[in-house]
């Protein structure tokens, strides 16, 4: 199986930045799609951003579109999530997902792999 590890969570002011970075355990050479999904207190997991297998295709949550933008890497087996103009709103536990197919989906249920969560807390 698919192990997944986040880090890069923290403590920061509204309008600054953070990267998450999320660790895919040793090499697999099935082909997977990766996501972002994050968790705030008392709310449903809610999807941020997808990136495809291949690395041709992304998709953004409106909630976070020009501020958020996810990479990766596939040489480190890494995908990232580059966080600016942060706002107390997205506070919440980051969660990186994953699913073996190549299209771009936005639903917790088609993802079968899951990180422990990173915690971002933004204060103003």
């Known amino acids: 199986q698919v192990q997944l590890v986040e880090s890069g969570g923290g403590l920061v002011l509204a309008g600054g930045s953070l990267r998450l970075s999320c660790a895919a355990s040793?090499?697999?050479?099935?082909?997977?799609?990766m996501a972002w999904f994050r968790q705030a207190p008392g709310k449903e997991r809610e999807f941020v951003a997808a990136?495809?297998?291949?690395?041709?295709?992304?998709y953004n949550a409106d909630s976070v579109k020009g501020r958020f933008t996810i990479s990766r890497d596939n040489a480190k087996n890494t995908v990232y999530l580059q966080m600016n103009s942060l706002k107390p709103e997205d506070t919440a536990v980051y969660y990186c997902?994953?699913?073996?197919?190549?299209?771009?989906?936005?639903?917790?249920?088609?993802?079968?792999?899951w990180g422990q969560g990173t915690q971002v807390t933004v204060s103003s």
């Open positions: 040793g090499r697999t050479f099935v082909r997977y799609a």
């Open positions: 997902a994953a699913r073996f197919g190549s299209s771009v989906v936005t639903d917790v249920q088609s993802y079968g792999y």
């Open positions: 990136f495809s297998d291949g690395g041709g295709r992304t």
